[in-house]
């Protein structure tokens, strides 16, 4: 697996971004029998950053704590199969790896739910790379059966990695 992460801030973490992104992202792609090397993209922003991608994107004026753009679109959530047809498409003609899709991260939003929740930053940042991974994974949470799959998913890969909420 191969992750880039752009920090746009001047904020920092006492843990490493990179590692632990490539620690959650491995857990997840495990977890969903991912039959290939992969290519994950991560920025690091703020909130009047993460605003702007959220409102050029998505046409929604707003801040929010994650964005997720997918590289794939999934017939169904977490299966791989047919991706090569779309090779062209999905992966890097150079490395050859399955190129997921970009992850951007609020560092602001990091903070304040890490202490509203009363956890770690560590694990808040681990839980928002969770959820965005398996929206790349073509997972959502739209519906309420969906969300309870989706949680379901984040929570098993945090607890196999030891990143609680304790």
């Known amino acids: 697996m191969t992750?880039?992460?752009?920090?746009?801030?001047?904020?920092?973490?006492?843990?490493?971004?990179?590692?632990?992104?490539?620690?959650?992202?491995?857990?997840?792609?495990?977890?969903?029998?991912?039959?290939?090397?992969?290519?994950?993209?991560?920025?690091?922003?703020?909130?009047?950053?993460?605003?702007?991608?959220?409102?050029?994107?998505?046409?929604?004026?707003?801040?929010?704590?994650?964005l997720s753009f997918p590289n794939l679109e999934f017939e169904t959530p977490g299966d791989f199969s047919g991706v090569e047809e779309r090779a062209a498409d999905c992966f890097d003609p150079d490395s050859g790896e399955l190129v997921l899709g970009d992850i951007i991260l609020n560092t602001a939003r990091v903070k304040e739910q890490a202490a509203e929740y009363g956890h770690s930053e560590r694990r808040e940042f681990a839980f928002l790379l969770a959820h965005s991974l398996f929206h790349l994974c073509g997972y959502d949470h739209m519906e309420p059966e969906e969300a309870a799959l989706m949680e379901d998913k984040q929570e098993r890969v945090l607890q196999s990695l030891q990143i609680t909420r304790a």
């Open 3 to 66: 992750s880039y992460v752009e920090n746009e801030t001047e904020q920092s973490f006492s843990f490493d971004e990179k590692a632990l992104l490539d620690l959650v992202a491995q857990a997840v792609l495990d977890s969903e029998n991912c039959p290939y090397e992969t290519t994950v993209n991560l920025l690091i922003t703020d909130g009047a950053g993460i605003r702007e991608y959220n409102k050029n994107y998505r046409n929604i004026d707003a801040e929010t704590d994650v």
